[in-house]
């Protein structure tokens, strides 16, 4: 069975649901084993084939979804950190964190990790590197089509035709946002000028910083917007569920991937219960029963698997991302982003 509260991306309804929870316990259910608390910032799409895997797995398992930003969830945890009401935490975390949320979780990997690429092995002894995160541009083809354009890469994203028409979430709370900038680092250079020129450029020709990593390829789709800035996980379910004026575009200029992972809340009611369902998304029957139903996503194991929505790793140009660069630096290029971003909204 299961049971779902979805928390929209900032404001009302995440200080609503932090109010209900310290009035009433939470999400909790701290006294039933199988009641599995799960705060997650992965797409409804990923969601429901998480939740047809693991209680196919589980049969007697109750899961409630807490979804929201990686932002907005990492502080909730912290929030609760004396009380937690939630066991396991997945997506949003990302290897390039290092070890920022080192008290929130507990300390404690898979039977698993041998089986995982060498790359994606845990750098922190708490994250369980689970599955990738690919930057691409979601482009809605109806306005492509009537600007005359066609957006392939970088560059494209400067014409002035597309002033105010290009979004992406916020880099300071939005996992998705981050990965947008690590790529453009990867592919202009690490805190290169030539990087910062291009960002400003960006931001000059009227990028909108969305509340949440979704809008970016929902909006687009829509045609709120005529080009997301966003990851293929989220562009590629969209078109998995139909939708039609949308395509999914790998920058020209090369594209390149964040890992991200599951783990155990600290002191959670039920970490044994998210250890176990942590363990079977880690294991290999586990990695290959998600890609395979969900299509969309990426994953971490050495066991071969197919996806339906995505295309071949060697159809696509890739960039080399410097993961340790990203770690240690990630605070200065934030607050860099912040003060252009203020500097450019003021001007």
Not at 175 to 197: K, L
Not at 241 to 255: D, F, K, M, N, Q
Request: aromatic share 8%; proline share 3%; net charge negative.
């Amino acid at each position: 069975m299961r049971r779902s509260k979805t928390l929209a991306a900032g404001g009302v309804l995440v200080a609503a649901a932090l109010a209900l929870a310290a009035c009433n316990g939470g999400g909790g259910g701290g006294n039933d084993e199988n009641h599995l608390v799960l705060y997650s910032s992965m797409t409804d799409n990923d969601l429901n084939v998480f939740t047809d895997i693991v209680t196919a797995e589980f049969p007697d398992i109750d899961i409630e979804i807490v979804n929201g930003s990686a932002g907005e969830l990492t502080t909730r945890i912290q929030s609760e950190s004396g009380n937690p009401q939630g066991d396991m935490m997945w997506g949003g975390l990302d290897t390039a964190d290092g070890d920022r949320y080192s008290d929130i979780f507990e300390h404690w990997l898979s039977d698993y990790e041998d089986n995982l690429l060498p790359e994606y092995r845990s750098p922190n002894g708490f994250y369980n590197v689970d599955h990738l995160s690919t930057v691409a541009f979601a482009v809605n083809t109806d306005i492509e089509e009537e600007l005359g354009i066609e957006i392939n890469g970088y560059e494209d994203l400067l014409d002035p035709q597309l002033n105010g028409r290009i979004a992406m979430a916020d880099p300071t709370s939005s996992s998705s946002a981050w990965n947008n900038i690590s790529n453009i680092m990867a592919v202009y250079g690490y805190d290169s000028e030539e990087s910062w020129d291009y960002i400003e450029a960006l931001l000059d020709n009227g990028l909108v910083i969305a509340s949440s990593s979704s809008i970016p390829f929902a909006s687009t789709e829509d045609g709120e917007y005529a080009v997301g800035l966003t990851y293929e996980d989220g562009i590629a379910a969209l078109l998995k569920s139909g939708a039609s004026h949308i395509r999914l575009v790998y920058p020209e200029e090369g594209t390149s991937a964040s890992a991200f992972a599951t783990a155990v809340i600290a002191d959670a009611p039920n970490g044994d219960l998210a250890k176990d369902v942590i363990n079977y998304l880690m294991s290999p029957e586990g990695q290959i029963a998600f890609a395979e139903a969900n299509g969309t996503v990426r994953m971490t194991t050495s066991a071969d698997y197919t996806l339906e929505f995505l295309p071949a790793h060697d159809e696509i140009t890739w960039v080399d991302r410097d993961i340790e660069w990203l770690t240690e630096n990630r605070s200065d290029v934030v607050e860099q982003w912040t003060e252009l971003y203020t500097s450019v909204q003021g001007s």
